[in-house]
């Protein structure tokens, strides 16, 4: 065919972990191609949904190779906008990471797929008069109706309000516009309709002011404050201001973070519901956020992680709550750093981007100490509570009691006594950490991970928290046969227990993800505990997250040490974050509160710092040891993460990708074990490559990882490249 070598060519991104897109011909379809529309191709046998990343005018390949698009599934509807096209690229490029997995990432699940279809526009229901006439009778016996009808007295409904009102509401729907009860017509933006806040502290209002000051440019502002210090209301007066401005706005939480409390709190205080996603809900609830969001009828979007690449036409501000908070760094797959994307995104849009934080990660602290970042504090609570007291108790001198010294023990009922609530923070579930034998010392271990299993006596199962196996607990040693076996150590399980039998009249609220596996069932025990009735709270870092528990006025923090002497250079950063985001829940209201710390070494240079000065210094201690050790964020890293059941296999790969490191300033370490050598039933090894400058990581990198795929020991190995790293 003459005309073929004037065909546009199409870059595909396809869901493969490979490295690269895929060309393809237009094929005869009465559409113009474009970057951002999603195409059905064949690969091999199969036909597989890509999206087209560019429309370039030649291919590598001679063109009577190239398949033909088989179908256009959505027409000429973009699934990508041309600016969120420019971020993936921007972070397959940077992330070095196959950009299919990464485009696809960035889609609803039902999008993924064939079958999925872009949904129409989003309608409302509203009464015809019709049907206002029949809702002025009695319902008769069209209950489910009515109660649709009813939902639609005063103004129109969404499908997201009357999904809540019966489960089949879908069919319920269909019956009244079958009967002219009911019209659809396209949903019109909600009407903004702001309650009025409190008046803002000197703070508040300087930190709004400057988050004003710059919208319509790009521009990062570290929100600094702690707990109670009234973060969410500079958000709200913000968020007002790009609202009434028509713009759209995406807030970011970290995955325990995003409440129902939260949420509400935005719908009062704005007078509309805010969309909300995250991957807990169905893939048809997050075709519908995805839909409201590119549509423009979703002015603000909360949403964890995966949220930041939704496509927004107006998007005028991105705010980050939590910024320290691991869950926005994607752990597996394609690695990215949510909050760093997010700051790309800001400034690719020309918006600001808001860091909220009690405690900032020394990346972002660093930023804003070299004045990257507008740094905003708020030292005072809002409500005017005072910062809670420390007391740190010397557990050598101590006498205990399940892991608690008696002084904690006299202090949370003393607490009781008042009326008042207490917090009994562990970071580890289960009853106990391991399970061993008295008369020969053997211990429970996972068959796949180099990790104990931890003993769960409520269910009578032993289980590794990182790989989920698990089997019943043996009545005797499997190894002696005796009748000897022991949990060594406390867990939450066994806190609570304890803590039941000394004070066997208070209720007892256990936090954790074994007891709060149910949906609502966090909820459910957080209503309890605002409900205000003297309690014991006992929990894991899930206690931690941004809740607003009035009545706690002592926190007792059982254990942290091993944080201060591990092998991990970020394990003291996030002891520093926990120890104050757990301390923030004490006596937040009107009542004073206290923590009591429990440690075995209450002269701990760094425990000493946070203590006395508080975390800024303790942040600012830590940020010269990184600097004169020479790690992040001083420096930049990068990982090649290998994992085969043989170590010789991921020895043999990453010895060869050692030597192909191109030759520069930055350096190639390794390789290392993962500190978890053995999950799942993999051997896990890295190398670390490490330079002074990101350019000067990246250049070498980008030099390196394409060649990877060659080495002979390659094909043995699972290997992926994790660019600044959380965890080794
Ligand atoms: P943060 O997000 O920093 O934890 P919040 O915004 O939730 O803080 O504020 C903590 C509490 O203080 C909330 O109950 C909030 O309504 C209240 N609050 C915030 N700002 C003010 C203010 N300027 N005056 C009075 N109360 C305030
Ligand atoms: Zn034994
Ligand atoms: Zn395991």
């Not at 007892?508 to 505990?529: I, T």
Request: proline content about 6%.
């Amino acid at each position: 065919m003459q005309s073929s070598s004037r065909q546009p060519v199409l870059r595909v991104a396809l869901a493969l972990p490979l490295r690269q897109l895929f060309d393809y011909l237009p094929g005869d379809h009465a559409i113009v191609a474009r970057p951002g529309m999603r195409v059905l191709v064949p690969f091999g046998r199969r036909k597989m949904v890509g999206v087209i990343v560019e429309v370039a005018d030649k291919s590598d390949l001679p063109l009577e190779k190239l398949a033909d698009v088989s179908a256009y599934p959505d027409g000429e509807q973009l699934v990508l906008t041309d600016e969120t096209l420019e971020l993936l690229e921007w972070c397959w490029r940077y992330y070095k990471h196959a950009p299919g997995e990464v485009v696809f990432n960035a889609l609803p699940p039902l999008l993924r797929k064939a079958e999925g279809e872009i949904p129409p526009p989003p309608v409302q229901y509203s009464l015809t008069t019709a049907g206002e006439k029949r809702l002025q009778e009695p319902p008769g016996r069209i209950k489910a109706q009515y109660r649709l009808l009813g939902e639609m007295r005063e103004e129109a409904a969404t499908d997201s309000q009357l999904r809540t009102l019966t489960s089949t509401w879908r069919k319920t729907l269909a019956r009244l516009l079958e009967q002219g009860w009911v019209q659809a017509d396209t949903q019109q933006p909600a009407p903004l309709n702001p309650g009025a806040g409190p008046d803002l502290l000197e703070e508040q209002q300087v930190a709004v002011t400057a988050i004003s000051a710059s919208l319509g440019k790009f521009h990062c502002h570290l929100l600094d404050g702690v707990t109670g210090s009234g973060k969410t209301e500079v958000y709200l007066c913000v968020l007002e201001q790009v609202l009434r401005q028509g713009g759209q706005a995406l807030l970011l939480v970290p995955e325990i973070g995003l409440t129902p409390q939260l949420v509400s709190r935005f719908h009062q205080r704005l007078g509309f519901e805010p969309v909300v996603t995250h991957s807990g809900l169905s893939e048809g609830q997050r075709l519908a956020a995805w839909a409201m969001a590119k549509s423009g009828l979703a002015r603000l979007v909360i949403g964890t992680r995966s949220a930041l690449f939704l496509p927004m036409p107006d998007l005028q501000l991105i705010i980050l709550d939590e910024e320290h908070d691991a869950s926005f760094k994607q752990q597996d797959g394609f690695r990215y750093s949510s909050r760093d994307v997010a700051v790309k995104r800001a400034a690719g849009l020309g918006v600001p981007v808001v860091l909220g934080t009690a405690t900032p990660s020394l990346e972002t602290f660093n930023n804003a100490a070299a004045d990257r970042y507008s740094w905003h504090r708020l030292r005072q609570r809002a409500t005017g509570a005072a910062e809670p007291t420390w007391r740190v108790l010397d557990l050598c001198q101590q006498s205990m009691k399940g892991g608690i010294s008696s002084t904690a023990m006299d202090a949370i009922g003393e607490t009781l006594g008042k009326g008042e609530q207490a917090l009994v923070f562990l970071n580890r579930r289960g009853y106990a950490p391991v399970i061993l034998c008295h008369e020969c010392g053997w211990h429970a271990a996972c068959q796949r991970c180099d990790a104990n299993l931890t003993w769960l006596k409520g269910t009578n199962r032993l289980l590794c928290h990182h790989c989920d196996s698990g089997m019943r607990v043996p009545v005797m040693c499997p190894e002696c046969n005796a009748d000897a076996l022991q949990g060594a150590g406390e867990g939450t399980e066994q806190l609570e227990q304890m803590l039941a039998s000394v004070f066997p009249k208070t209720p007892l609220l256990r936090f954790d993800r074994d007891a709060v596996r149910k949906k609502g069932e966090f909820d459910r025990l957080s209503e309890q505990v605002k409900a205000g009735e003297s309690c014991l709270l006992v929990g894991t870092q899930m206690l931690a997250k941004g809740h607003h528990f009035p009545q706690v006025t002592l926190v007792v923090i059982v254990n942290l040490d091993q944080a201060l002497y591990s092998a991990d250079f970020r394990a003291l950063e996030r002891m520093g974050q926990l120890m104050v985001q757990v301390a923030g829940r004490a006596g937040r209201d009107q009542l004073p509160g206290e923590v009591i710390l429990q440690t075995h070494y209450p002269q701990h240079e760094a425990l000493l710092t946070l203590l006395q000065s508080g975390y800024e210094a303790f942040a600012a201690d830590l940020s010269a040891d990184r600097q004169a050790a020479r790690l992040p964020p001083f420096t930049y890293q990068a990982l090649l993460r290998s994992d085969a059941h043989d170590r010789n296999d991921v020895r043999a790969f990453l010895n060869q990708a050692k030597q192909i490191f191109p030759a520069g300033e930055a350096m190639i370490y390794g390789p290392f074990p993962a500190m978890m050598e053995r999950r799942s039933g993999r051997i896990r090894w890295y190398l670390l490559a490490q330079a002074d400058t990101r350019p000067l990581l990246h250049r070498q990198l980008d030099g390196w990882v394409p060649q990877l795929k060659k080495l002979p020991a390659a094909r043995k190995v699972r290997w992926s490249v994790d660019v600044d790293p959380q965890d080794y």
